[in-house]
Each structure stands twice: as C-alpha cells, then as structure tokens.
C-alpha cells in the first residue's frame, strides 16, 4: 500500500475493529464454531492478546474494551463483565509485551493461557460459585477448564492472522520489527 505512515494506522486499526466484529459475530452463532465434548469455544479472547501483542497496552485496552462490550451486547446476563476482563487483558498483555516478553508465539500461548484461565475461573467464582449453585465444582470442571483449554487452541489463528495484518499495514522502514 503506498499510504503516508499516518493512513495506515487507520487502516490497520479499521482492519482489526472488522476482525473483532466478525469474531464476536461467529463466536455467538450456534454451530459456527464446532464444540468440542460440548464445550465452546471463547474466540475473543485470544483476539484480544494478539491485537495486544502488536498494538501495545492502551491500544489493547480499548480493543479488549470493545470486545468485551460486543460479547457483554450478545450474552443474556450483559453486566460489564467481559468488558472489563478484557479490556485488562488487553492492557496487561500489551504492557507485558513491552517491558517483559518478546513478541512471539510462545508468549502469545502464554499469555493467552493465563488469560483465558482468569477470564473462566473469574466468571465461574462471580456468577456460579458466588450464588452457590448446587454443581458448582462440576461445572468448573466439566464446562469452564475444557473451554479454557480448547479456547487456546485459536492463539495460532489469530497471532498469525494479527501479524499479517500489521505486516501489511506497516511501511517498509518499520517492518523489520514485525
């Protein structure tokens, strides 16, 4: 693209809204995603650590905040929860891209780890645990610890997805930190 710097920030940022919209889009159609033993799996997340990974930490916050309000919009119970889980794994994943790890893929299934895990184990404590819900350790077990585990399985997409697209909108001077 034969754009000035400043244009194709735009675009790449346009590019990654777009990416987000339709991830939110699939991850709540029924059937979109195969489930595997019944589970599901959670896509924005491991979107947000990659935009993160490439965008840094106040860029990833507003693109985890904007995801999570596209998943808080599509969920019955839209209480802000996923808006601000997000939003803070954005600006953790970034900030720890900047000062502590490179930006590779094995830190990406890291971070996408450890994030997918705070985001599961948070939501089962807050809204199953907390109410004491008969099965509650059932459910953790069974539901939320296998979707952690297949929602890391989409770090590889994404990662590699987000790279590209940063790739492209990137000049020539700057690529060589891609």
């Not at 339709?22 to 029924?30: C, G, K, L, N």
């Not at 595997?36 to 985890?64: D, N, Y």
């Not at 209480?79 to 990406?108: C, E, M, P, W």
């Not at 971070?111 to 099965?135: D, P, T």
Request: proline letters at 2%; a positive charge; aromatic letters at 20%.
């Amino acid at each position: 693209m034969r754009f000035a710097d400043g244009r194709l920030i735009y675009i790449r940022r346009a590019l990654l809204a777009v990416l987000i919209v339709f991830t939110a889009v699939f991850q709540h159609i029924d059937g979109a995603v195969p489930k595997l033993f019944g589970v599901p799996a959670m896509l924005l997340i491991p979107l947000v650590v990659s935009v993160a990974m490439f965008e840094r930490s106040m860029t990833g916050l507003m693109f985890g905040a904007f995801a999570g309000l596209l998943w808080d919009f599509a969920v019955v119970r839209g209480d802000g929860y996923f808006s601000v889980v997000l939003a803070t794994v954005g600006f953790f994943t970034g900030t720890a891209v900047t000062y502590f790890v490179r930006n590779n893929i094995y830190s990406a299934t890291l971070l996408a780890s450890i994030s997918v895990f705070i985001c599961n184990v948070g939501y089962w404590l807050l809204f199953i645990m907390r109410k004491g819900y008969e099965g509650a350790f059932g459910v953790l077990w069974s539901y939320y610890l296998p979707s952690a585990i297949y929602t890391v399985a989409f770090i590889f997409l994404y990662y590699y997805l987000v790279k590209y697209i940063v790739k492209i909108t990137t000049s020539r001077k700057n690529r060589s930190n891609y």
